[in-house]
């Protein structure tokens, strides 16, 4: 069955350090999504892309995100200066059409020290 | 904003069904989902309802919408210990948009 996969499963980072979180969705999703989910709390939406643009983005995704798709295969989340409250485990998700559910990956946990 | 809201905990022993709840504030949810994360793995789609439907049945799976209530549901039939995870709820009001998700339901199964 088809996935979507995130590298790497874990970062740890220095305060102040930008990251970069990799996700290949699955090849024929045309809707990209990351969410995050801070230890004990809920998963919360940060960002939808399709047609190589932002789509909706939440109160979370401030100036200090951004996303990419540089190429035809990967979707990346940039954290340009990172924050310990930026500590969290990303998922990043796809789906083919609208209201499809989506396939979230197995996350990339976040430490930001 | 919107809230989703389900209980944290659940135990039942193997052969029972589980019934996890979830009840949501926003009466223009038009997608319900229900998703089963397993220890270190991500967010697998269980099952989804349309808001103009009251049940969907997926193999053991039944999930029971009360739109009036704002009251989901999702029931386990013949729990395995395999079905032990986390059941996450979530809504969105249109199809691609944003989810809300729930805060989570650890099922345990007991042998």
């Known amino acids: 069955e088809p996935e979507v996969t995130q590298t790497p499963s874990h970062q740890v980072t220095q305060m102040g350090q930008e990251v970069i979180l990799r996700c290949v969705p699955i090849?024929?999703?045309?809707?990209f999504y990351w969410y995050r989910q801070i230890l004990g709390q809920k998963v919360e939406f940060l960002v939808s892309f399709y047609n190589n643009e932002i789509s909706e983005k939440s109160e979370i995704f401030d100036d200090q995100f951004s996303v990419e798709r540089p190429d035809g295969s990967n979707f990346t989340l940039k954290i340009r200066s990172t924050k310990l409250e930026d500590s969290a485990m990303y998922f990043c998700a796809s789906s083919r059409d609208r209201g499809d559910g989506y396939t979230f990956g197995s996350g990339t946990r976040l430490t930001v020290v | 904003g919107e809230d989703v809201e389900q209980s944290l905990f659940l135990s039942v022993r193997e052969g029972d069904s589980s019934v996890i709840n979830c009840t949501y504030t926003?009466?223009?949810?038009?997608?319900l989902y229900w998703y089963k994360q397993e220890p270190g793995a991500g967010l697998q789609l269980l099952t989804y309802i349309f808001s103009n439907m009251d049940m969907k049945q997926d193999q053991r799976l039944t999930v029971l919408l009360n739109k009036k209530d704002k009251h989901l549901s999702l029931r386990i039939a013949d729990t395995q210990t395999g079905d032990s995870a986390i059941y996450f709820c979530?809504?969105?009001?249109?199809?691609?948009?944003?989810?809300?998700f729930g805060g989570g339901t650890r099922l345990m199964v007991k042998p």
């Open positions: 090849s024929n999703h045309l809707y």
């Open positions: 979530a809504e969105s009001m249109d199809a691609g948009n944003m989810l809300t």
């Open positions: 926003d009466s223009s949810s038009t997608y």
